[in-house]
């Protein structure tokens, strides 16, 4: 029987149609397509052992053995989840690894439910060749990073342009010690894929904040990573006072809502003091013990009087985390780059320039 295939397209990811991925759950976790939804054909043990017998046995008994193993109660439900996705967004596209096997054998238990929709042809493995053969073409695009010492809202710069790629969204991560997302890192695949899923909504130029290639667990593709080195560069600087306000914004207000938000009160305070100790603990080599000792203190004293309504308390350990520490750091990383600065202003002044060099590039 022949089963519709849809070419593996990266306009499917434009089209805001639902991909069912019925790869097993570990897979998914590995890395999916943008977007996409985890209903498996077979769970992770099924597909482990259909996978021993296929290697040992070969096709058609790897076969029988998933029939045997996905059957009855199990098949329906499964087919069940398949109907009501598609009931969702009839429009939705079935995907496994290759385009294969699994998918053709969802496409053939959907059909014999009465529902007829494609699959992927080349599936999961042929649309990430496209995503990443799409970020190695960016990087021959014209780009703008914008640099700055912490504090300076380079972010919100990015957010706020049209053509702005922002890194560290795709990263779910700050790009420092104290950086980390109350929610679970993205794995690398997925990290790549949300980077080319966000080049795809710019057309031309882009601009991008300065980072390392390490962004959190996640490491930018090195082709893409080559090219923003080599980039023109904006820098942002405003006074301290600015600066520490802004920190104080990001790592405490922002950080407290979205632990509030996602644990409750009781965990999620519990949880973020933990994530600023360990991650103040984890500058030790570089901060030196004394050092550390201090900031530490006056770290737990903010922790006591921000549980009495006092959130400013924290500056007392901000301001000289941001002095001793990421100033001197990030100031040495920015005169390497002296030379290629376009402009050197404050954070209106390079909202402006960056639009102005958006529109001429």
């Known amino acids: 029987m022949n089963h519709p295939q849809v070419e593996p397209d990266l306009a499917l990811l434009g089209q805001n149609r639902l991909l069912i991925d019925?790869?097993?759950?570990?897979?998914?976790a590995e890395g999916a397509l943008p977007g996409a939804v985890n209903l498996p054909l077979m769970d992770d043990e099924e597909r482990?052992?259909?996978?021993?017998?296929?290697?040992?046995?070969?096709?058609?008994?790897?076969?029988?053995?998933g029939n045997r193993l996905v059957t009855g109660n199990l098949k329906a439900s499964r087919i069940a989840a398949w109907q009501r996705a598609?009931?969702?967004?009839?429009?939705?596209?079935?995907?496994?690894?290759?385009?294969?096997l699994r998918s053709r054998i969802a496409?053939?238990?959907?059909?014999?439910?009465?529902?007829?929709?494609?699959?992927?042809?080349?599936?999961?493995?042929?649309?990430?060749?496209?995503?990443?053969?799409?970020?190695?073409?960016?990087?021959?695009?014209?780009?703008?990073?914008?640099?700055g010492l912490t504090g300076c809202a380079k972010t919100?710069?990015?957010?706020?342009?049209?053509n702005g790629v922002d890194l560290e969204g795709c990263a779910r991560h700050k790009g420092s010690a104290f950086g980390r997302h109350p929610l679970p890192a993205p794995s690398q695949i997925d990290f790549e894929h949300a980077l080319a899923r966000q080049l795809m909504d710019v057309?031309?130029?882009?601009?991008?904040?300065?980072?390392?290639?390490?962004?959190?667990?996640?490491?930018?593709?090195?082709?893409?990573?080559?090219?923003?080195?080599?980039?023109?560069?904006?820098?942002?600087e405003m006074p301290l006072d600015w600066r520490l306000a802004r920190i104080h914004k990001d790592y405490i207000e922002d950080l407290w809502a979205t632990y509030r938000c996602q644990y409750g009160q009781w965990l999620g305070w519990a949880l973020m003091r933990k994530q600023l100790s360990s991650a103040l603990g984890r500058l030790k080599k570089r901060l030196g013990s004394a050092r550390l000792a201090r900031l530490s203190r006056l770290q737990?004293?903010?922790?006591?009087?921000?549980?009495?309504?006092?959130?400013?308390?924290?500056?007392?350990?901000?301001?000289?985390l941001?002095?001793?520490?990421?100033?001197?750091?990030?100031?040495?990383?920015?005169?390497?780059?002296?030379?290629t600065y376009l402009h050197v202003g404050d954070w209106e002044s390079c909202l402006a320039f960056a639009r102005d060099w958006q529109n001429h590039s």
């Open 22 to 28: 019925v790869r097993a759950p570990v897979e998914f």
């Open 48 to 65: 482990r052992q259909v996978g021993i017998c296929y290697k040992h046995r070969g096709q058609q008994a790897a076969i029988e053995l």
């Open 86 to 100: 598609i009931k969702a967004d009839p429009q939705a596209v079935i995907y496994c690894f290759r385009g294969g």
């Open 107 to 147: 496409q053939q238990w959907l059909l014999e439910a009465g529902i007829e929709r494609p699959r992927i042809r080349g599936g999961w493995k042929a649309m990430r060749r496209a995503l990443c053969a799409h970020t190695d073409a960016a990087a021959a695009r014209p780009m703008l990073i914008v640099g």
């Open 156 to 162: 919100e710069l990015i957010q706020r342009l049209e």
């Open 203 to 236: 057309a031309g130029s882009c601009v991008l904040e300065d980072e390392s290639r390490h962004i959190g667990v996640a490491n930018i593709p090195l082709t893409f990573w080559q090219a923003m080195e080599r980039a023109p560069r904006i820098r942002v």
């Open 300 to 320: 737990q004293l903010a922790f006591r009087e921000h549980e009495r309504g006092n959130t400013q308390a924290h500056e007392a350990w901000l301001g000289p």
């Open 322 to 339: 941001l002095t001793e520490y990421y100033d001197p750091m990030y100031r040495y990383q920015l005169e390497k780059h002296a030379r």
